[in-house]
């Protein structure tokens, strides 16, 4: 180990070849090679990013399908009252466990008329509480109210309560699913 | 002996330690005070966040159905996990604490100026990362408010104009809240916004080797680019001091001291409890931010709706150009904050707002309060209707915004003693019309129940 080469500041190999004078037709080389090589390089981006970004976006490009769903039968649910209601995404992940659910308040409101309300609240999606005695849902984020019917009571939401569609097949309450109700989707 | 020094000699040649390393250590700097350990310090709190981060990688699950169980392992099960997350999580306000503290030296003492506002600038895009980081951290935990802030978030999302739809497309990924974000949200938190940050650090620290650690700010001495360059170096010929060990010894402390005292939060106050798991049927959310995005969620409690989306993007959209504007504003000038009236003006407002602020949002007084009764000091004595209204406040949900008797929310008037502020009339109209946040009752209630609240109501009056 005694053959200490010179420091590292004395080995330029690039250097030597750089200072050697530069005629117009070696710029004009380099000039292309540069331009090549940037090209090259986009060109190594744009193919790369086209799979990446696809695999990104494709929840905003495989949409799942609405489906109407059985969220229990009719006559579990007493007339004039709002209940909570939990159903199951038809095709979620393996892995996602318990938010694999979306609830609802489901109101019925006649012989085969039902009412369902998302619980976000138009305000900031906050969870909305329905108090049963006082006939109103309650935002615990910033205290916005929204009457039994869904509209704005009082506070701060813009709007009244996203609906779902529901119907009624035979005895049973169906629901038409659909995103999360956030935002202009509400 | 003579193997081992040349053993030395092959490394420090092929490594450039002496050639290259060493003289970086030793450059030059000027003399300054203690303040200046504030951005080694933030370094050093990003440093042990990466340390601590890819521990808890080590358990953490980043699944939906298993991420709560995990943390829970971690906290509970894990040997010294708790003390990891809780150096993780306490390590997360001190890096905050500490950008932010760097961010108002550097602005007092004008270290913006010419020629650094290339640090300035990367130092801004650094902050705006960490608060990302503490944010996306927050969503980690996966517990109800983790999971109602997504809800929260994306719907503050959709409030941008135009592409405000698409944004919560991305951040919601699919049918329910939840099932595809957290994952999106974990690659975020542990490698696209990580790695962004090394590259950006890097950067940052590179400028300030470049352009030098600035001089301690000379009232009446502004920075003029024509001459500051060859001054700040006749400076650095006169007084310059090493910048190993003589300056960094006051690094090194500072971040014993501050490290010691995140370690010491970690053991004994440790990382703060789950709560319940993520669960869309659990109701009973009253999603809250971790301290630091208090002001800003108080901001928005405050603002008026007509102006809320404004609120929502237009403040930090504004916040960030004003601190992208700050070094092309004053590029030159005086850099001693005695000097600069405005800018202490300015870090003092600010700094005040946000204590406020945070105040404010740790007590939540706008938000309805759902588990509280009716005191029975307040029952007490009353007969009859009174006492049936004592009850139909607390069933028809007035408590929840009203308080009696030191019991209920704080969102609307207090009403302890409405019985000698308002008359019988006035009481009625209230409750059958509400108005100013509160819901017209006039259709909930049947007359004999307006009756009940009303002689309860009257019955509210100040004791003599
Ligand atoms: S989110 Fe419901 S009132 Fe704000």
Known sequence: MSDVAPPSSAVDPVGAHA??????????????????????????????????????????????????????????????????????????????????????????????????????????????????DAGLFLCPCHGGVFYGDGSVAAGPPPRPLPRYDVRVQGDEVQLLSRPVPIGDEA | MRRLRGAWDWLDDRLGISDTIVPLLVHPVPRVNWWYVLGSATLIAFTIQVITGVALAFSYVPAPNAAYESLEFITHGALFGNVVRGVHYWGSSAMVVLAVAHMAHVFLVGAFKYPREMGWLTGVILLAMTLAMAFTGQLLRWNQDAYWAVALLSSMASRVPLIGNLLVDVIIAGQTVGQSTLTRFY???????????????????????????????????????????????????????????????????FALWAG?????????????????????????????????????????????????????????????????????????????????????????????????????????????????????????????????????????????????????????????????????????????????????????????????????????????
């Open chain 2, 187 to 253: 690659a975020t938190h542990v490698f696209l916004i990580p790695a962004a940050m090394f590259v950006l650090v890097g950067v940052h620290v590179y400028l300030v080797v470049r352009h030098g650690v600035s001089e301690l700010p000379k009232p009446g001495k502004p920075v003029n680019p024509k001459t500051y360059r060859k001054e700040y170096q006749a400076l650095l010929d006169r007084e310059g001091i090493p910048f190993w060990p003589d300056f960094a010894w006051k690094d090194v402390a």
């Open chain 2, 260 to 464: 010691s005292l995140v370690l010491l939060l970690a053991v004994v106050l440790g990382a703060p409890e789950l709560g319940k798991p993520a669960d869309p049927t659990l109701l009973e959310a009253h999603p809250k931010p971790d301290w630091y995005f208090l002001w800003l969620f108080a901001l928005l409690a405050y603002a008026p709706p007509s102006i809320e989306s404004l609120v929502i993007i237009g403040l930090p959209a504004l916040m960030g150009a004003a601190l992208v504007a700050v070094p092309f504003i004053a590029p030159t000038g005086e850099r001693a904050p005695e000097r600069r009236p405005w800018a202490v003006g300015i870090v003092a407002f600010l700094t005040l707002s946000v204590v406020i602020l945070i105040y404010q949002g740790s007590r939540s007084a706008w938000a309805p309060e759902l588990h509280a009764a009716v005191p029975a000091s307040v029952v007490e004595g009353l007969q009859g209707d009174a006492r049936r209204g004592a009850t139909l406040f607390d069933q028809k949900g007035c408590l929840a915004c009203h308080a009696v008797g030191g019991q209920g929310g704080q969102r609307g008037p207090e009403l302890s003693t409405v019985g000698s502020r308002l008359s019988a009339d006035q009481l009625t109209w209230r409750i059958l019309y509400g108005g100013s946040g509160m819901p017209a009752y006039g259709t909930l209630l049947r007359p004999d129940e307006v009756t009940a609240l009303l002689e309860f109501m009257q019955a509210q009056r100040e004791q003599r």
């Open chain 1, 19 to 132: 200072r050697r004078p530069e005629s117009p037709a070696v710029l004009t080389r380099r000039r292309f090679l540069s331009r090549v090589s940037l090209a090259m390089s986009a060109l190594i981006g744009l193919v790369l990013s086209v799979p990446i970004l696809a695999y990104l976006l494709s929840p905003l490009i495989n949409r799942a399908p609405s489906a109407w769903i059985t969220i229990g039968r009719v006559d579990q649910f007493e007339l004039g009252r709002t209940v909570q209601v939990a159903y199951d995404d038809p095709s979620p992940f393996a892995w996602a466990g318990q938010t694999a659910r979306t609830s609802l308040w489901l109101r019925r409101t006649g012989q085969e008329s039902f009412t369902a309300f998302a619980v976000n609240c138009t305000h900031l999606a906050c969870p909305v509480n329905w108090l049963q």
